[in-house]
């Protein structure tokens, strides 16, 4: 920096970021009207600066000062990511939305998860050819179009060590090559982009930095750091440029914490909910820490609860011994909440006062902060009505059931297992005959415009419950009907009756509620409504058991029974933290235990338990990792072990980093795993090879993402990759995931490729 003169201080209280996608979804509706042709672009850019007015104006009102920039300006018109892409001038501004969606030839950019949360990015693809050129039109934009009308606000990007240690190599790139590795040609570019901000007046930026908190990278952590200080430094040193804030929400910054520390950088944002106050620094940190604003993210970004707004306090007080300058933040973007509890009013009222989606942890967030400026004094009463809400919460009824807790309590180590391998196979083989290189699907067949329109009708009431039930099971016998023209061996149900694969089970079991505008983006225009489960589960009825039994009524083929898994359900809700996960996982455990053996009573044979968000919650830190699979594995052993050995229970889970949790999955016990592997052209099936794996297994052949229909030539292909790698007896035939994204042509001309498929692989190992 130029000059030494004093600069605008941090706010005393800021959020990371704010969901984009509006209240009323308005973001959503806006780009799939783009996209259908309904409005133009000038339309949408018209309706993105409304939504991000409409988002400045609610943050003043909720306490952040209009002028002194607490605002962050974080809209994103589809992926962070992907605007720091075009920042950086590798994806051109005007193929924005083809990098994220692909057209005709042109495929989309890859989409991922977002360290451990359910948002998805578009994955950059960066090689040593790539040139970085600083593209600031849409960062310059927003502040100017935020100062147009009074505010001061807080460009927010995804810092340039983040944006690289998440970009993969492009094709071209060779063997081995690491985006990470082009640091020093993308540095200058962020020098530009800040150098411009600061020359329309922005006084505060904030780069993103979560991949400094993360050990599951394919950067090592240590790679991550050394790119941090240097990047720092050398933005750091600028002549002309904004305060830095760096964020490092999702975990504990660790080791990173110095090496930041030890750059120019202002301010530094902690996560102190999921980390704590960093403690052992050496001396050399220590002092560096007492020039910079610590940024303590003590409002948990990333769940649905009030929270203890007291300890919260406490903490910022702590984070004082290491600077005198301490703000109070969200620990994450709040893009990970929905807007406001006051959305919401058909919640029983008890339940919402223990609540606060994003606009009440802004307001949190502003009690904190005025708790800082004036002590704690001045907010005495809110901390006293925060902790009488979490008092409250603790005691109510529903929280603890003791028939629930007592059963927990009981269990035993049986409990988790289902004895030997090879006489559940033994024993399968006699109860439910099958040919090898066995063909089935994932469980959802197309929801159509129709099963869409009865549930609404259902909703709304013109449908009654008796109609909507007959409806459900014409859907039912036509889906058994074509799977047995088609020729599969083992059926399913095909899952209409249910609108989400969470939310359905969350709407049947006790201790979860549901929310009617709880939208939370998942990637692009598609939004997730997460259930909340607040209280002690269990199941007050058999939720499954007439529509598989029904199903199976119809055909001498075994119907699998389809559920989904205790990770999942917890993965896709919000959950309360008043206890470890593990023990609310064995508690949906023992639910769907239950299931499953209402399932056999009722005669299906064959029982699948989901579990596409294994991976998704895997801890960032290496050395929380073990724990977690022991939970996970353990809830999932623990809603199947009950299955007769002559019941064959399989699982689904669908991402393609099979080698990372293939331990775990190897653990779960399953008979049969399906897994997808069509997108990664079957690379997953020599994973599974080397560890061993030896129980069923069905690698996707179809591509279910995408609406092509793969021939059967390209069928025929994978599936002998498949036998070459792994023997035929373990092997089945499926799609990738569910069909319930899919229509009905391009279900019955891959399906029926795919049976074929599978008859001919069966000469090859038969
Ligand atoms: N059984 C679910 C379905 O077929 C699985 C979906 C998933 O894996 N996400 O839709
Ligand atoms: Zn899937």
């Not at 063997?175 to 640091?183: A, H, M, Q, T």
């Not at 403690?279 to 940190?285: E, Q, S």
């Not at 009440?360 to 400026?373: C, F, I, M, R």
């Not at 209280?535 to 939720?543: K, L, N, Q, T, Y």
């Amino acid at each position: 920096m130029s000059t030494a003169a004093p600069r605008t201080p941090f706010p005393a209280g800021t959020a990371l970021g704010y969901p984009r996608i509006g209240r009323r979804r308005e973001l959503k509706k806006a780009l799939e009207a783009f996209w259908h042709g309904d409005i133009d672009r000038a339309e949408l850019d018209r309706r993105a600066a409304e939504l991000r007015r409409t988002t400045r104006e609610r943050l003043a009102a909720l306490g952040l000062g209009r002028t002194d920039s607490s605002i962050p300006e974080s809209f994103s018109l589809y992926d962070q990511v992907l605007d720091a892409a075009v920042a950086v001038g590798v994806v051109p501004a005007d193929e924005y939305f083809l990098a994220a969606r692909g057209e005709g030839g042109r495929a989309p950019l890859e989409m991922t998860k977002w360290f451990d949360t359910n948002y998805h990015y578009l994955v950059p693809e960066i090689g040593p050819e790539t040139r970085f050129t600083a593209v600031a039109d849409q960062l310059v934009g927003a502040f100017e179009e935020a100062a147009a009308d009074g505010f001061t606000t807080r460009p927010v990007l995804v810092g340039p060590v983040t944006f690289l240690a998440l970009a993969k190599p492009s094709g071209a790139a060779p063997e081995g090559f690491r985006p990470l590795s082009r640091l020093a040609d993308l540095i200058p570019v962020y020098a530009e982009l800040l150098t411009r901000l600061a020359s329309v007046g922005a006084e505060w930026v904030q780069l993103d930095e979560p991949a400094l908190v993360s050990e599951s990278l394919p950067d090592a952590p240590s790679a991550v750091r050394t790119a941090a200080a240097t990047a720092y430094t050398a933005l750091g040193r600028l002549e002309t440029r904004p305060q830095l804030f760096v964020a490092a929400p999702y975990a504990a910054l660790g080791d990173a914490l110095g090496a930041l520390a030890s750059t120019p950088v202002e301010a530094i944002g902690l996560d102190l909910v999921r980390g704590s106050i960093p403690a052992d620094l050496n001396n050399c940190t220590a002092d560096a820490l007492k020039t910079k604003t610590l940024v303590g993210g003590v409002i948990d970004g990333h769940n649905i609860w009030r929270g203890d707004l007291a300890a919260a306090f406490a903490k910022l007080q702590l984070l004082r011994d290491l600077s005198p300058h301490v703000s109070a933040a969200t620990s994450t973007s709040l893009q990970h909440v929905p807007h406001d509890v006051a959305d919401e009013p058909q919640l029983d009222a008890r339940l919402s006062s223990w609540l606060a989606f994003a606009d009440q942890k802004v307001e949190q967030v502003a009690t904190l902060a005025k708790g800082l400026s004036r002590g704690a004094d001045a907010i005495a009463g809110e901390l006293r009505e925060a902790s009488l809400a979490l008092a409250d919460r603790l005691g109510a009824p529903g929280v603890r059931v003791p028939t629930v807790r007592e059963r927990l309590a009981g269990l035993q180590p049986g409990d988790f297992e289902r004895g030997d391998y090879d006489a559940r196979v033994t024993a399968q083989a006699a109860a439910t005959p099958l040919p090898a290189l066995p063909t089935t699907t994932i469980g959802s067949f197309p929801q159509t415009a129709e099963i869409r329109r009865a549930r609404a009708a259902r909703v709304a009431g013109s449908l009654t419950p008796a109609q909507y039930d007959e409806a459900m099971k014409a859907e039912i016998a036509r889906v058994i009907a074509l799977q047995e023209e088609l020729g599969l061996d083992v059926l399913v149900h095909g899952e209409p009756e249910r609108n989400d694969m969470v939310q359905y089970f969350a709407e049947h079991l006790d201790g979860f509620a549901v929310t009617v505008n709880g939208w939370v983006q998942s990637y692009g225009s598609r939004c997730t409504r997460p259930s909340i489960l607040w209280g002690d589960v269990s199941r007050p009825a058999p939720i499954t058991v007439d529509w598989s039994s029904y199903a199976q009524s119809l055909t001498s083929k075994p119907v699998k029974g389809m559920l989904t898994g205790p990770v999942t359900i917890l993965a896709w809700s919000f959950v309360r933290d008043d206890q470890p996960l593990g023990d609310t996982a064995n508690q949906v455990a023992l639910a769907l235990r239950d299931e499953v053996a209402d399932l056999e009573a009722a005669g299906i044979a064959v029982v699948q338990v989901d579990e596409p968000a294994l991976r998704e919650l895997l801890p960032l830190k290496k050395a929380d990792q073990d724990a977690y699979l022991a939970w996970s594995v353990g809830s999932f052993k623990l809603a199947t072990a009950g299955a007769d050995v002559a019941t064959q229970v399989h699982t689904h889970l669908c991402y393609s980093e099979f080698g990372v949790v293939i331990d775990a999955i190897r653990a779960l016990d399953a008979d049969v795993t399906s897994i997808e592997a069509a997108r990664s052209r079957m690379e997953v099936v020599d994973d599974i090879a080397r560890s061993g794996f030896d129980h069923g297994v069905g690698p996707g052949v179809w591509d279910i993402h995408s609406p092509r229909v793969p021939s059967q030539a390209e069928l025929d292909e994978l599936l002998a990759r498949a036998v070459a790698a792994v023997p035929g007896s373990q092997l089945w035939v499926n799609p990738d995931c569910g069909l319930k994204t899919r229509g009905y042509d391009e279900t019955i001309a891959s399906l029926t490729n795919l049976v074929a498929a599978a008859r001919k692989a069966r000469e090859l190992v038969s």
